[in-house]
């Protein structure tokens, strides 16, 4: 058994940022500027990498499965919608916390009815939670708007200072700031003893309560954490489109999620925003191109890579890359050496 001050090391080692890392923001930094014309699809992309980052945290570090994710974020859309509209907090910053902390305290509540099941009645409830707001959200037309949603959403200047502009540039680097800052904060969670907690329960729940591990603690605090971060995103969707309706709190919402997480992968933060990418650039395609069948071809790609496998894939993808690198490596080599002989 590895001894404290190793997994101290290692856990260290873990949380280290790597080149790719560090490469990957700057890229999607790069993007704001070097794409103008396609701002609201690359707002799109950063909106469900934030969602489908909430809900790695709690599939791919605590092994909760969920079907009705897009609760915390129909929860979050309709809080930032209407503080907007009666203009309770003006400050979208603060407004977008508010959403997130008002989606958090649903998820609170209704983490009790999670944790008591396994996979199948976890995926069962949290549908029922998503199809309940939903029924709810319709019903109380009067305060959401019902089937039309919210009308008349303003949204006041970021820090009074940076307008939504109808080309999406504020809202572009507004949703980037947000996925930062939250991503920076997961990151920090997961590499901590508590995300380290996590694991073992996500691996084997019972050893993790034998060794003295608070199961039902860590369970509730993570799901709320996950509630927080699919609120906040439902905020940015609202104050970046300023609109909020039932369409939120759809199945077809958080079904995309999980599609998303297939292709990505969980349990490592980056699966979510890669997966985004790459579900967003193919719907993108796949509808330009074959406007009335792009779900045929989405789906067929989602067949091959449970099929064929992502890691064989990535290797696949990677093969030529790295041929290109070992010869590169080579020739180096031979140079060193054909100089130091000389």
Not at 199 to 220: H, K, M, T, Y
């Amino acid at each position: 058994m590895a001894s404290m001050p190793d997994m101290s090391e290692h856990a260290t080692r873990a949380a280290r940022w790597r080149p790719a890392e560090i490469v990957f923001w700057l890229a999607l930094l790069a993007c704001g500027f070097l794409f103008p014309s396609r701002y609201l699809i690359m707002t799109e992309i950063l909106r469900l990498g934030l969602f489908a980052l909430s809900l790695d945290l709690i599939l791919g570090y605590a092994g909760i499965v969920s079907l009705g994710h897009a609760a915390f974020f129909g929860v979050g859309a309709y809080s930032a919608g209407l503080i907007a509209l009666h203009g309770f907090i003006p400050e979208p910053v603060l407004a977008l916390i508010a959403a997130g902390l008002i989606a958090a305290v649903l998820g609170f509540f209704t983490s009790f009815l999670v944790i008591r099941g396994v996979d199948l009645t976890r995926l069962m409830v949290t549908l029922g939670i998503a199809l309940l707001l939903e029924a709810l959200a319709e019903k109380f037309s009067d305060i959401t708007g019902g089937t039309d949603g919210l009308q008349g959403i303003v949204i006041q200047p970021i820090f009074g200072l940076f307008a939504f502009d109808i080309f999406g540039k504020v809202g572009f680097f507004y949703n980037l700031a947000v996925l930062f800052v939250l991503f920076l904060l997961a990151r920090c969670i997961v590499h901590s003893p508590f995300g380290l907690s996590l694991r073992a329960i996500r691996n084997n729940p019972l050893r993790a309560s034998a060794i003295g591990i608070p199961v039902n603690r860590r369970l509730i605090a993570i799901y709320t954490l996950a509630a927080f971060y699919a609120g906040v995103a439902g905020a940015v969707f609202t104050q970046t489109t300023a609109l909020a309706s039932l369409d939120v709190f759809s199945f077809e919402r958080s079904a995309d999620l999980m599609l998303v997480l297939v292709l990505g992968g969980t349990g490592y933060l980056y699966g979510g925003l890669i997966g985004a990418v790459v579900f967003k650039v193919l719907q993108d395609v796949f509808s330009s191109i074959t406007p009335q069948y792009w779900m045929f071809w989405i789906g067929l790609v989602f067949v091959v890579v449970v099929m064929i496998g992502r890691e064989r894939l990535h290797r696949w993808v990677m093969w030529l890359p790295h041929r290109v690198v070992q010869q590169f490596g080579r020739k180096a080599s031979a140079a060193v050496s054909g100089g130091d002989a000389s």
